[in-house]
């Protein structure tokens, strides 16, 4: 599968999928706004994993600069697609 | 891993077992989310074996701690935290190996630079002999596989310049009187 004109709907699919394959989780118990820090205790290392799983499906390097920044599967994805304003970057 | 710019006389002993101890239990986490991310056998058996390596180092300084009845505390891990500030945050697993490079390294250093401590216990002495065995392995195999990949991918130059620029601001910052780490590829495979 090509992720080069990834939208933003597949981008949620895909992290609700990484994110529920290192936590052992059905998709269904994760909400694209659920905070992770707050919901899993999503820290620095489950980030660097995340972004590096990223990398590995897409080839492509999110653009943050701190773990601060991936609070929500929607936030990511925003990063991901491109697609990050003020709102979905907080 | 480089934990005081202090001599190791002057260091609180339970502090110390509790820094190994931490540093281990930390590496267990990162190696663990690692070995997902691993794509070929070989790496993956690796990382399984280093894992199994970690854990059972915190085993060992753990009960080093309680030998000298000492209490498992939560400490920072100052050059780790530099390390992580200066490399910024790991975007690949080559970003990952990387780091776990040159955190490796500083880890062998630091247990060998212990072991030349002439009046440390038995105990002591012993774990560290045990461990030191284990972590020259791991130096080894992670510079093999960033060798490796090198091989197909110019920019882990790149990365591993990175890593060892961050590693070398973390040090300064923490004082440590110690050598710059070297590339971990073979000379002949590093551009000049």
Same mark, same amino acid.
């Not at chain 2, 260091?11 to 190696?31: C, F, H």
């Given at each position: *599968?090509? &992720?080069?004109? *990834?939208?933003?709907?597949?981008?949620?699919?895909?992290?609700?999928?990484?994110?529920?394959?290192?936590?052992?989780?059905?998709?269904? %118990?994760?909400?694209?706004?659920?905070?992770?820090?707050?919901?899993?205790?999503?820290?620095?290392?489950?980030?660097?994993?995340?972004?590096?799983?990223?990398?590995?499906?897409?080839?492509?390097?999110?653009?943050?600069?701190? $773990? %601060?920044?991936?609070?929500?599967?929607?936030?990511? /994805?925003?990063?991901?697609?491109?697609?990050?304003?003020?709102?979905?970057?907080? | 891993?480089?934990?005081?710019?202090?001599?190791? @006389?002057?260091?609180?002993?339970? =502090?110390?077992?509790?820094? &190994?101890?931490?540093?281990?239990?930390?590496?267990? !986490?990162?190696?663990?989310? *690692? !070995?997902?991310?691993?794509?070929?056998?070989?790496? #993956?058996?690796?990382?399984?074996?280093?894992?199994?390596?970690? /854990?059972?180092?915190?085993?060992? =300084?753990?009960?080093?701690?309680?030998?000298?009845? !000492?209490?498992?505390?939560?400490?920072? @891990?100052? $050059? %780790?935290?530099?390390?992580?500030?200066?490399?910024?945050?790991?975007?690949?697993?080559?970003?990952?190996?990387?780091?776990? =490079?040159? #955190?490796?390294?500083?880890?062998?250093?630091? &247990? +060998?630079?212990? *072991?030349?401590?002439?009046?440390?216990?038995?105990?002591?002495? %012993?774990?560290? +002999?045990?461990?030191?065995?284990?972590?020259? =392995?791991?130096?080894? &195999?992670?510079?093999?596989?960033?060798?490796?990949?090198?091989?197909?991918?110019?920019?882990?130059?790149?990365?591993?310049?990175?890593?060892?620029?961050?590693?070398?601001?973390?040090?300064?910052?923490? !004082?440590?009187?110690?050598?710059?780490?070297?590339?971990?590829?073979?000379?002949?495979?590093?551009?000049?």
């Amino acid at each position: *599968m090509g &992720y080069d004109d *990834m939208g933003y709907d597949d981008a949620v699919e895909l992290i609700t999928r990484l994110v529920c394959r290192f936590r052992r989780l059905d998709s269904s %118990q994760l909400s694209a706004t659920d905070d992770l820090a707050d919901t899993l205790g999503f820290d620095s290392l489950d980030a660097a994993e995340l972004v590096a799983a990223i990398h590995q499906a897409t080839g492509q390097e999110l653009d943050v600069t701190s $773990y %601060q920044d991936l609070r929500t599967v929607q936030n990511i /994805a925003a990063h991901l697609t491109g697609n990050v304003t003020e709102g979905s970057a907080v | 891993m480089f934990v005081s710019d202090k001599k190791f @006389e002057e260091l609180d002993p339970v =502090w110390l077992l509790n820094q &190994y101890r931490s540093a281990e239990v930390s590496g267990a !986490g990162a190696i663990m989310r *690692m !070995g997902r991310l691993a794509e070929g056998a070989e790496l #993956s058996a690796d990382l399984t074996r280093h894992l199994r390596d970690e /854990a059972v180092h915190a085993w060992l =300084w753990t009960r080093a701690l309680r030998e000298i009845d !000492g209490k498992i505390l939560d400490v920072d @891990e100052p $050059y %780790q935290s530099r390390l992580a500030f200066h490399f910024g945050l790991p975007r690949s697993l080559n970003d990952l190996l990387a780091l776990t =490079w040159v #955190s490796e390294s500083r880890g062998v250093e630091q &247990y +060998r630079m212990h *072991m030349d401590v002439k009046d440390i216990s038995t105990t002591i002495r %012993q774990t560290l +002999r045990a461990i030191l065995k284990d972590e020259s =392995w791991h130096v080894a &195999y992670i510079g093999e596989e960033l060798t490796r990949r090198a091989r197909s991918d110019a920019a882990i130059q790149q990365t591993i310049d990175r890593a060892l620029e961050a590693d070398a601001k973390a040090v300064s910052e923490l !004082g440590a009187d110690v050598a710059p780490l070297s590339d971990p590829r073979p000379r002949a495979a590093v551009p000049s």
